[in-house]
């Protein structure tokens, strides 16, 4: 039986918070004449924000109907590769920035894909995931789950303790739909 399809709410609400959290968590971060590796970019939604906001790309994806489609969004000149997170054929320290979107992997694929992020990242790396305590994973597990959830949920501290085992600062964030003026 196929999955119903994705709710407004994640496609209006959820994506684009998740976007604008990424994008002022990376807000630190140089940009021009430096390249950030989208690890499990999906179906290319984050690229082009990633793109308008300075950073040279390169991504990759398993799936070829998900690198079909992210091709079609992707900025021009951004290379998409067939790629599996858990063995990047890049050289060590291949790019200054790594994102890797964890809630496009299996859980049992994280720690493998984590360290090869952080092997090809030269300067650092974000995380991106479902966290299963969050406020719209809650809500659709209590509402009948009429609706696909967009990828894998994951517990918080599971991931900490991933990262927390390797050297560098760590830092945290998360979004929750609210109001605008909260």
Same mark, same amino acid.
């Given at each position: 039986?196929?999955?119903? =399809?994705?709710?407004?709410?994640?496609?209006?609400?959820?994506? =684009?918070? +998740?976007?604008?959290?990424?994008?002022?968590?990376?807000?630190?971060?140089?940009?021009?004449?430096?390249?950030?590796?989208?690890?499990?970019?999906?179906?290319?939604?984050?690229? =082009?924000?990633?793109?308008?906001?300075?950073?040279?790309?390169?991504?990759?994806?398993?799936?070829?109907?998900?690198?079909?489609?992210?091709?079609?969004?992707?900025?021009?000149?951004?290379?998409?590769?067939?790629?599996?997170?858990?063995?990047?054929?890049?050289?060590?320290?291949?790019?200054?920035?790594?994102?890797?979107?964890?809630?496009?992997?299996?859980?049992?694929?994280?720690?493998?894909?984590?360290?090869?992020?952080? +092997?090809?990242?030269?300067?650092?790396?974000?995380?991106?995931?479902?966290?299963?305590?969050?406020?719209?994973?809650?809500?659709?597990?209590?509402?009948?789950?009429?609706?696909?959830?967009?990828?894998?949920?994951?517990?918080?501290?599971?991931?900490?303790?991933?990262?927390?085992?390797?050297?560098?600062?760590?830092?945290?964030?998360?979004?929750?739909?609210?109001?605008?003026?909260?």
């Amino acid at each position: 039986m196929p999955l119903p =399809p994705p709710s407004p709410f994640h496609q209006h609400i959820a994506l =684009p918070e +998740r976007t604008a959290l990424l994008l002022s968590m990376l807000a630190p971060w140089p940009r021009r004449g430096r390249e950030l590796l989208v690890i499990g970019c999906g179906a290319g939604h984050v690229l =082009p924000p990633l793109w308008q906001s300075g950073f040279d790309l390169s991504a990759c994806e398993t799936s070829p109907a998900l690198r079909e489609q992210a091709r079609r969004r992707a900025p021009q000149g951004v290379e998409i590769e067939a790629a599996s997170p858990d063995w990047l054929p890049f050289a060590d320290n291949s790019f200054d920035w790594v994102l890797l979107r964890a809630d496009e992997l299996p859980p049992a694929a994280l720690p493998a894909a984590l360290g090869e992020a952080c +092997r090809v990242a030269a300067c650092g790396l974000a995380l991106t995931f479902w966290n299963s305590a969050s406020l719209p994973w809650l809500t659709w597990r209590l509402h009948g789950r009429r609706h696909a959830w967009p990828g894998h949920c994951l517990p918080f501290w599971t991931v900490w303790r991933l990262l927390a085992a390797r050297p560098g600062r760590l830092h945290a964030a998360s979004c929750l739909w609210r109001p605008a003026c909260r």
